[in-house]
């Protein structure tokens, strides 16, 4: 019981001191029970300035909510990925149909072939396509080029007697070339030419390709021909060709070939043939056309 006592046993003034503290923590408390201070003065939230001030928040809020938008640039549609269809809007059904077309080898050249393959909405397309891009020969092609129905076929060949020995574009002969109005002699050199240094077509859309055939002569050609064969391509591997026999692909120049020999140095060798994307300026949009003609072993 000592011990207790001690801390309970305070002399006069220490009694006091407490006793007041009492008092005053009981006033105020009493004050901040029944004293009222709010205010009956209405605020005028009317006033320019409260009202410049409102307007600044909004705009900042405007701000905020445009900067966590989702920013579009400009791409091709041949090279969506899952992460970027996913971010346009695609279902993974839309996206996945994209994806098996390209497997295939060939590509899209409109926004309509687009919607075709995914099947997406209209409305969707309609969001998305004005940031397609594609190369510059497909838009040319697109502004120039009406495909016809299948009774003006006839007027695009030359009104003669002779009979095509083939509608394949890899074995079609120069006369079957020649019954196309607008191809004489030069240009069905130059497409059996430019066939040869292909190895031969692997697309149909390979004929824009060719020096001189306006997009409206290749327009008619493929009324007519169209790759039924795939041509059997003898490829090079990229971790032992020379520089020379790398520049016999007729998708690389000097500029390109050498960037390859500067990636090949720095990684020492090519896993996968698709690692050339790592390539700084590597032409993305020539991609598949470059690799029927490599490989990486």
């Known amino acids: 019981m000592n011990i207790f006592k001690s801390h309970f046993w305070y002399h006069k003034s220490q009694r006091n001191g407490i006793f007041i503290l009492i008092i005053l923590i009981v006033i105020f408390q009493s004050i901040i029970v029944f004293v009222d201070f709010s205010s009956k003065e209405k605020l005028n939230t009317d006033t320019p300035k409260v009202l410049a001030f409102h307007y600044q928040?909004?705009?900042?809020?405007?701000?905020?909510?445009?900067?966590?938008?989702?920013?579009?640039?400009?791409?091709?549609?041949?090279?969506?990925?899952?992460?970027?269809?996913?971010?346009?809007?695609?279902?993974?059904?839309?996206i996945d149909k994209l994806l098996a077309f390209r497997k295939t080898g060939k590509f899209i050249n409109s926004k309509k072939e687009f919607q075709n393959i995914t099947t997406i909405s209209d409305s969707l397309l309609n969001n998305i396509s004005p940031y397609f891009k594609f190369p510059e020969w497909v838009v040319k092609r697109n502004q120039n080029v009406e495909l016809s129905t299948?009774?003006?076929?006839?007027?695009?060949?030359?009104?003669?007697?002779?009979?095509?020995?083939?509608?394949?574009?890899?074995?079609?002969?120069?006369e079957d070339l020649k019954t196309i109005n607008g191809i004489g002699e030069k240009l069905s050199d130059r497409i059996i030419k430019y066939r040869s240094k292909l190895?031969?077509?692997?697309?149909?859309?390979?004929?824009?390709?060719?020096?001189?055939?306006?997009?409206?002569v290749v327009g008619k050609l493929l009324l007519v021909f169209k790759v039924?064969?795939?041509?059997?391509?003898?490829?090079?591997?990229?971790?032992?060709?020379?520089?020379?026999?790398?520049?016999?692909?007729?998708?690389?120049?000097?500029e390109l070939c050498k960037k390859i020999f500067d990636y090949k140095d720095e990684v020492a060798e090519l896993q996968d043939v698709s690692e050339l994307k790592n390539i700084i300026g590597f032409p993305l949009e020539l991609y598949d056309r470059i690799v029927l003609y490599l490989v990486a072993e």
């Open 57 to 94: 928040i909004d705009s900042l809020s405007k701000i905020s909510i445009e900067n966590r938008r989702l920013k579009i640039f400009p791409f091709n549609p041949n090279y969506i990925t899952d992460y970027k269809g996913s971010q346009l809007g695609m279902s993974l059904v839309e």
């Open 228 to 254: 039924v064969k795939l041509p059997n391509i003898q490829k090079s591997n990229v971790n032992t060709a020379s520089f020379r026999e790398l520049l016999k692909n007729p998708y690389i120049d000097y």
């Open 150 to 174: 299948s009774r003006d076929i006839r007027s695009f060949a030359k009104k003669s007697k002779y009979i095509l020995t083939s509608t394949d574009l890899n074995i079609a002969s120069k």
């Open 199 to 216: 190895q031969g077509f692997s697309t149909a859309n390979q004929l824009y390709e060719v020096w001189g055939l306006s997009a409206e």
